[in-house]
Every structure is written in C-alpha cells, then in structure tokens.
C-alpha cells in the first residue's frame, strides 16, 4: 500500500489549535495595500479560525495534524 501523504498545499496554509480546529492567514494582504485602511490592515493580520463547515475538508487533507 502506499504511503499517506499530506496535501502539502493545505500543510502551508492550515495550523491545527488545541481545540483540535484550524486556524488559517486572510486574504487581501498581498498587494495594493496603499488604498486600504491602516485599520483594515491591521484586522487583516490576525489569524481566523476555519469555520466548522470546512473542517472536515481539511483534516482529510491534512492526516497527520
């Protein structure tokens, strides 16, 4: 049988949290950053939670987390 592998697409981008949830980065930080706020930028830094719909698309994505 073969090995198990991890999409290595979601390992960059998905973090699994105590709760056993994941957290992941936000969009919209990448570039044409002059015309938004420095408010929206800023909120924009924090890590989210993945909702709870998406979760069992990651973990089958990510076995070993």
């Given amino acids: 049988m073969p090995k198990m592998k991890s999409n ?11 709760s ?4 992941r980065g936000q ?3 990448r570039h044409i950053l002059t015309k ?9 830094r924090d890590d ?7 979760t069992p698309a990651i973990r ?3 076995p070993f987390s």
């Fill in 8 to 18: 290595s697409g979601a390992a960059k981008r998905f973090r699994k949290v105590a």
């Fill in 20 to 23: 056993g949830r994941f957290k």
């Fill in 27 to 29: 969009s919209h930080r």
């Fill in 36 to 44: 938004k706020s420095a408010k929206r930028k800023r909120h924009l």
């Fill in 48 to 54: 989210i939670q993945v909702c709870a719909a998406d």
């Fill in 60 to 62: 089958k994505m990510l």
